[in-house]
């Protein structure tokens, strides 16, 4: 019997693919940097700005100055891009989102997010209307924890007070998480709603048959 439902926030919940984008190839075309040596060194930071170890500000700074195009001024730049197009992001949170999460609570079930973000990430979470839907959030650059580290599930597990296999994970099931919360006990499903809005090379996830699907919001209601 599943007594709480744990979700991923972005491809998921929400789609960094609505409005304006922000990506590396976006960051390397109006610093003058080749995209190639820009992702380098920008993915080198990423997890150390998952976790809270730099804010988006610094990890950035640390990039610009390891290609040698480091300025406040760029800094600035990109984090204010970032900023507007995560806020296309959380304007256009789709109603089926909050709907699902409502419902759910109605039926009783407790709510958890699971998220991987970058601290202008953590932000827009905080401020969004999803963030007072859950009753347990964890999310990376706040508790160090990040998917698929086992340890991010069963701090959600103990966190809920519930058994694993009492709950029901949903992702679109990028940083391996579904694998993570299989692991760990869960129930995991894979989310395709958004999966035609992605472009390469940011395709978190290629569609896994050995999960099952929901590809509709509503579809969630079904397995519990």
Known sequence: MIKAVIFDMFETLVTLFEGRTYFSENIAADLGIPQED????????????????????EGTAITLKN???????????VVRKRKEALGDTFFAIPKESIELLKKIREKGLLTGLISNSFSDER????????????????????????????????AMIEKLGVKPEECLYVGDGGS???????????????????????FE????????????????????????
Request: proline share 5%.
């Open 38 to 57: 820009f992702r380098r060194e920008w993915h080198a930071t990423e997890r150390a700005r998952s976790i809270g170890v730099y804010s988006m500000a």
């Open 67 to 77: 290609l040698n195009a480091y300025s406040e001024e760029n800094v600035q730049l």
């Open 123 to 154: 932000d827009l979470i905080l401020g969004s209307p999803l963030y007072s839907l859950f009753d347990v959030t964890m999310i990376s650059y706040e508790t160090g924890l990040y998917k698929p580290d086992p340890a991010v599930f069963k």
């Open 176 to 198: 391996r998480e579904l694998y993570g919360a299989r692991d760990a006990g869960m129930n995991a499903v894979q989310c395709t709603w958004f999966h035609d809005r992605a």
């Open 201 to 224: 090379p940011h395709v978190s996830c290629p569609l896994l048959d050995e999960f099952p699907h929901v590809d509709k919001q509503c579809d969630v209601l079904k397995l519990i």
